[in-house]
């Protein structure tokens, strides 16, 4: 939103996962969705980063 909020997004798992096969292993989704994940793409390789503004997504990428 204006605020710099990050909102939920639908079938969160669904595009982890496609993403997966394609190649990306970190990805930066919105913090409420974290806990609605499909377990079984969070496995070891795959790194889940859950941040509720704009601002903590870029110091997640910064952290990179």
Known sequence: ??????RNISFCSQRIA????LGFNRFIVPFNAVA???KSITT???KI???KSIGEAIAA???S
């Open 1 to 6: 939103g204006l605020a710099g909020e990050i």
């Open 18 to 21: 496609e993403a997966k096969r």
């Open 36 to 38: 609605n994940l499909d």
């Open 44 to 46: 070891s390789d795959v």
């Open 49 to 51: 980063i859950g941040v």
């Open 61 to 63: 990428l910064a952290r």
